[in-house]
Structures are given as structure tokens and as C-alpha cells.
């Protein structure tokens, strides 16, 4: 009869979490629907279609630590949806898209504390929080992020281009060829590659490292290496169109271009997985040599 008991006490807040889980889908399915629409209408978030199926699949890999942990509902779930109601009706009585998936967000967090407890919670953080990457980036923080990356993307390779005797004159974000103008435009700043690169980076972090300082020092490393990866697509756009045609310097070669790009940027990510693990031992090492 004990046993009963016990089995229905650890099956309810699985139940809740169940009936909660279709109150979500009920309440942002116009949310979603949306998010998908700007994820297709926007290169620079195609990346969303990714998110939520990656975050599920992380939640099915620590399915077995995730249901041992203990379930006890916590006060604090309440403190959780007292500010998702207020984002929600925020969001929706005002039409911000950004306050809507922000509130999508803090509702998993409050349901999974108040029907599940904090220890729950704290296993499928990640997974969770992950799902900020599906979210734009406010217009004003766009502004303020791509304005500076076009800068330094523009002034960086041209710079480069003159190093290896291409004759280059800088004018704003243009680069003025012999035989080509090219303009570093909002799509060219690297707000896109460097938005994959953070994401990819936090995902590699959290699935090859347990410690938090490897997984920052890897996060660190995601920025200058999506900027370098800009800047070297545009220095060989410039070397191509000055070399060989300008043609190059559009249509499906540059979008080949961004592939290839991307796909350096990655294998630089890689090598910086290496970089913090062979940092992370020499510091290991240094501190039992110290310990001694």
C-alpha cells in the first residue's frame, strides 16, 4: 500500500509537467508560427529550424540522470510564473515577438520548478536556456552589433588585400578594386557566421567538456575566430575579383563562399577544443606540481 502511494506521489508532477507542457503548445503555437516564418524570411536566423529539435535531443541524452533526480515542488516556480504572466501579456498585448519567446522560456522554467523542483530543473537548464538562440536579436542590438563588425571587418581586409599587393582604397565600407567595387554590407559584417559560431561553440562546450571554465574559454574563442572567418571570405572575394574576374564576387560564388567560410570557422573551433584541453591539463598539471 506504501509502495502505491510512493508510485503516485513521484508519477504526479510528471502528469503536471504533461498537462503543462500542452498548455505551452496551446499558448505559442501563433508564436511559433511566427519564429518559423522570420527563420525562413532571414538568413541570419535560419539556424532556428535547428534549436528546438537540438535542445530535445539533449534532454533524451541525460534522459536517465534526469529522471533520478528527485521530484519536490519548489516555491520558487511560483516567483518564475508570476514573471512569465507578466512577459506573456506584455508580449502579446504589445505584439513583441522578442517578449513572447522570452516568456516561452521563463513558463518551462517556472512549471519545471513548481511541479518538479529545483534539482529537476537544474538538469535540463542548459537544454533549456539553449533555446534563447532561436530568438531575434532586438532591431536596436542589431544596429549596435553589425555597425561595429562592419568596420572592422572592412578595414581589416582591406588591409589584408594591400599586404598581398592588391591594390585597395577604403572608403566607409566600400573596398575600391582596379577592376571592382565591393560594398561590406549588413549581410557581410559577420553578424550571421558569428550567431552560428556562439551557438555551435556553447553546444561543443556542453557535449565535450564538464567544466565551466573549459566551456567559457571555448565560448572566448567563438568570437575572434567567426570574425576572422568574415574577414578571410571577403579578403579572398577581393584577391578572386582582382585575380581572376568580378563575377566571382557574386551569385552562387559568394554564397559558396559563405559554405566555405563556415566551414573553416568550424574546423578553427575545433582546433580550439584542442586548445582548452591542452590548457586545461598544463593548468592541472601546474596546480598538483604546485599542491606537492
Request: charged letters at 10%.
Amino acid at each position: 500500500m506504501i509502495s502505491t502511494v510512493d508510485s503516485t506521489c513521484t508519477l504526479r508532477p510528471l502528469w503536471y509537467l504533461v498537462l503543462f507542457g500542452m498548455l505551452a503548445v496551446l499558448l505559442y503555437a501563433p508564436t511559433l508560427m511566427e519564429l518559423a516564418t522570420l527563420w525562413a524570411g532571414n538568413e541570419d536566423y535560419n539556424h532556428g529550424f535547428l534549436i528546438i529539435p537540438i535542445s530535445a535531443y539533449l534532454v533524451w541524452c541525460r534522459r536517465r540522470q534526469i529522471m533520478r533526480q528527485p521530484l519536490h515542488s519548489s516555491p520558487l516556480g511560483l516567483v518564475f510564473l508570476s514573471l512569465w504572466a507578466a512577459f506573456y501579456l506584455l508580449g502579446v498585448g504589445a505584439q513583441i515577438l522578442m517578449f513572447q519567446c522570452c516568456s516561452l522560456i521563463v513558463f518551462l522554467l517556472g512549471t519545471m520548478l513548481f511541479t518538479a523542483g529545483v534539482r529537476f530543473t537544474r538538469a535540463v537548464l542548459f537544454p533549456v536556456m539553449f533555446l534563447t538562440f532561436m530568438i531575434p536579436i532586438p532591431a536596436e542590438v542589431y544596429t549596435l552589433l553589425t555597425s561595429p563588425l562592419q568596420v572592422v571587418t572592412t578595414g581589416l581586409s582591406a588591409h589584408i588585400l594591400d599586404l598581398v599587393n592588391v591594390p585597395v582604397f577604403r572608403e566607409g565600407n566600400l573596398i575600391h578594386l582596379p577592376n571592382y567595387s565591393m560594398q561590406v554590407v549588413v549581410a557581410c559584417s559577420g553578424i550571421r557566421s558569428l550567431l552560428s559560431i556562439i551557438t555551435l561553440s556553447l553546444l561543443m562546450g556542453y557535449l565535450l567538456f564538464s567544466s565551466n571554465v573549459e566551456r567559457a574559454l571555448l565560448l572566448s574563442l567563438s568570437v575572434p575566430v567567426a570574425m576572422a572567418g568574415n574577414i578571410l571570405r571577403i579578403t579572398a572575394a577581393g584577391f578572386i575579383v582582382y585575380r581572376v574576374s568580378p563575377r566571382m564576387a557574386e551569385g552562387l560564388s559568394h554564397t559558396l563562399a559563405g559554405m566555405v567560410t563556415f566551414f573553416l570557422a568550424f574546423i578553427l573551433l575545433l582546433g580550439g577544443v584542442f586548445l582548452v584541453r591542452w590548457i586545461e591539463r598544463k593548468r592541472m598539471q601546474y596546480i598538483s606540481w604546485f599542491l606537492r
